[in-house]
C-alpha cells in the first residue's frame, strides 16, 4: 500500500474502526525510517499523523488540506523549508508526518473563543504547560488584556490598532518598539512589515534567523559573498557525496530523506556527523512505493559520532589531509579563491592530538571521512542547528566552507554548500529586509520607491532586543508570529524581559507561552493559517514564499477560514500602519492591503533579483533567485574571490563533572510547538522532561535509567541557572554529552552566551552539571513526565 492509497482509504479505515498499532509500540532500537512513516511499522506513523488529522480537521478538511500541500497550485506547507521537487515530478501525497501534524495544528475545528478566556484566568494559564497550551484551539477573535486585569477580553479590530497606535506615538523614540519575525510570515507579509517598522523610524526588526541561522549566513557573506546556500535539489540528487553534519533531518526535515534516498539510488555515498545517531538515517522506508515500504534504503555509510563542539576541528583536519594529499582543485583554487597558502602553511601544523581530543575521533575515522571527500568529484554538505548554534559557529562553517573550495565543490553540479533552514519562509523574510542590519542599498530603494528617509543606525537583533527590553530601553513588542518567549533563550531573562514592556503583541493562530508573559498591556491578534483562503479586500488572494534553495513560489490556502473576525498577515500590519502613521503617508497602505499584487510590484523594484516578480511567481512552481557563486561563480566579496580563512584550533574544555548540553526537538515537534509527547526515534514516551546520558557517564554519577536530576548550567556570570526534575535516559552519543529538549532546557542558555560575529544563543554547548533534586520532608520525588493539563514549576518560572 502507498502512501496514496494510505491517504484515501484512511478516512473509511478509522471510521470503520481498524485496528491500529500503537505509535508507542516501536521502541527506537528497532526503528527503521519512513518519509511519512518514520517507523519498521510500515505505515503506522501515517495512520498516526492521520488519526490526528481527521480528529482535529476532519475527513473532508483532511483530504482537501493535505493532497493541495506543497502543490503547484496548492498551500506551501507550514512547517520547514525543504524545497519542492520541480512541476511534473511532485507526488500526490507530497508532505510527511510532520507536514500533516502541523497543517492540522493550524486547521484544526477546535476553535478558542471568549469563553476559553473567560474561565481561564492569566494566573491559570501560565502554569499550564506549552503542550496544553497549543492543544486548546485556533483563537477566533482579537483578545486584549489590561493593565491590571486578570483575564483577557474581546477587543474590536479598530480599538485595537488604536490602541497599538496609542502606544506607539507616546513613545520617546521610535526605537523603543520591538518588531520580531517568525519565519512563517509570507513574503508579501514580511516586505510590508518592514516597510512599516522603517516608516515608522526604526530599525528593530529581530527574527527567528537569529536564533537559527545567522552564523550560517554570517560565514557565507564573508566568504563566498552571500548568506544563502549554493545547490538546487537536483544538486542533492546529482552529488556523489552528501555531508549531513550537525542536523537529524528525519525529525527535522524528513522530506530530505526522499531526496537522499533519490542521491543514494544514483551512486551517492552519505555521511552523517553528529553526536547521536539518529534513526533517519539508518533505514528510509518510503512510503511513496510499495519496495520502500518493505525493504527501505540504508541512507547512511558512515556516521562520526562527534563531540560537541568538535565539527570545526574535524573540518580542518579533513582539509589538512587534502592538503597533504595534494587531493585539491588547484585550478579552481587559483582563479577562484584567495588565503589558499596561508591555509595550507596553517593546516601543515595541525596538532592531531587536539583533533581527537577536540571530535572524540579517532584519526582512522577523520581519514575515512576525508578518504570519501577525495575520492567525490562532486560534493553536497549540508548542516543545521548542530553547527550553527556554538560560540565558534561562524568558524567552523568557514571550515566547511574551506573544504568545499579546497575541492571546488561551488558552482558545479551536485556540489556546493547547504544551510538547511528550518522554518517554511525564514530565508524569504531576510530577501524581503526582515533584518535589523539590512544593506544600504536595500534602504537606498525604499527611499527611492516609496518617498521616505529610511533610518540608517542598525536595530537590535534577538539578543539584543531581550537586553532592551529588560533594560526599560524599548517599551513595546510586537511578534509577528512564532512563541517569541519559547523560543529565546535564558527564559528566566527573557520572562523578566518582556513583563518589563508597556506592551506586548502577538499575532498568532493558537495559545502559546508567549501570550501569558505579558507586558503592562497585551494584545492577541488571530491570523489566517498558511491553509486558509484570504479574502482580503474583496478579492482572492495569494502570498509567496522562498524555500531553503532560493526557489520563490506561491501559496494559496484552500480551505474556509476558522472564523470570520480572522485577518491576513497583510491586513494586520497594513491596518496597523494606518492606524500609526495616517492616511496621508508617502506609502499607499489601503491599496498594499486590498491587492496583494501591488505589494509584488512594489518589491520587484526594491528586492535585489526579483524583477517581474509577480509575472515569474505565475510560472509552475515559480523561479530561483540569482545566486551568483552557483550561478557563475561569481564572488561578491571585497576581493571578488571567494575566501579560504585559518583559525586556530581550540578545544573546549569541561571541568570535571560536568558535561555539555545541547538542546534539540523530539520527533513530535516543531519548533516550540508540541504535537505529542512522545519520541518513538529515541525511545520516549509520554513525556518531555528527559536528559539523554551515555551510559558509562550514568554509571559514573552513580545514576541509573529513570533517576530524576536537575540540570545546572554554568556560566562565567557566576549566576546559575537550574531547570528541575529531568528524567535521565541512558543513550549512546560521545561520552560528556547530554541533550534534552527545547523549549525545556532553553532556561540553562545564558543570554550573554553567543556565537561570536553572529550573536547568535549557544544552545549547543553548555557546561552543565546533573545534580539530585534536594529531598523535600514528607515527599517524593516522583516522575517529570508531564501529559495534558499538567503544569510544573520549574526555578525560577514555569517551563511546559
Known sequence: ??????LRDAPARLRNGARQVPQHDIDESQVEVESTAHTSAGLTAVTVA??????????????SSLLRLNQ?????????????????????????ENGVKAVAEEATQQLLDRDFFATHSISDLSERTEFWLGKQGRI??????RPGASHYEPISWDDAFVTMAGHLHRLESPDQAIFYTSGKTSNEAAFVYQLFVRAFGTNNLPDCSNMCHESSGAALNETIGIGKGSVSLEDIHQAKLIVVVGQNPGTNHPRMLSALEEAKSNGARI???????????????????????TVGTALADLHLPVRLNGDLALFQAIGALLVEWDAVDRDFLAEFTTGFSDYAEHVAELDWSKVEASTGLTREQVTEAARMFAESPATVTCWAMGITQHHNAVATIKEIVN???????????????????????VQGDRTMGIWERVPEHFLDALRDEFGFEPPREHGYDTVGAIGALRDGKARVFMGMGGNFVGAAPDTAATEAAMRNAALTVHVSTKLNRSHVVHGGEALILPVLGRSEKDR??????????EDSMSAVHASQGPLDPASEHLRSEVDIVCSLALATLGADSPVPWATLRDDYTEIRRRIAR?????????????????????????????????????????????????????????TMRSHDQFNTTIYGLDDRYRGVKGGRRVVFVHPDDLGDLGLVDGDVVDLVSEWRDGVERIARSFRVLPYDQPRGCVAAYYPEANALVPLESTAEKSNQPVYKSIVVRLERPPAQPGSSTGSPDQGPGSSRTDHPHHLS
Open 536 to 545: 482580503t479586500g474583496g478579492r482572492v488572494q495569494r502570498v509567496t514564499v
Open 140 to 145: 477566533v477573535e482579537p483578545m486584549v488584556l
Open 72 to 96: 503547484v497550485d496548492g498551500f506551501d506547507c507550514q512547517g520547514c523549508a525543504w524545497p519542492d521537487p520541480a512541476p511534473g515530478h511532485r507526488h500526490t501525497a507530497e508532505f510527511c
Open 403 to 425: 573544504v568545499a573550495l579546497l575541492r571546488g565543490d561551488i558552482g558545479k553540479p551536485g556540489a556546493g554548500l547547504c544551510p538547511v533552514r528550518g522554518h517554511s519562509n
Open 1 to 6: 500500500m502507498t502512501l496514496l492509497s494510505h
Open 606 to 662: 526594491v528586492v535585489p533579483g526579483c524583477a517581474s516578480y509577480d509575472d515569474k511567481v505565475d510560472q509552475p512552481g515559480g523561479f530561483v533567485l540569482p545566486h551568483p557563486p552557483r550561478d557563475n561563480r561569481v564572488f561578491e566579496t571585497a576581493s571578488g574571490r571567494a575566501v579560504i580563512t585559518s583559525t586556530p584550533l581550540e578545544v573546549l574544555d569541561v571541568p570535571p563533572g560536568r558535561f555539555l548540553l545541547q
Open 50 to 63: 492521520m488519526r490526528r488529522a481527521i480528529g482535529q480537521m476532519g475527513v473532508r478538511r483532511t483530504a
Open 271 to 293: 555521511i552523517a556527523i553528529n553526536p547521536l545517531k539518529e534513526a533517519g538515517l539508518v533505514r528510509f522506508k518510503n512510503p511513496q512505493h510499495a519496495k520502500g515500504l
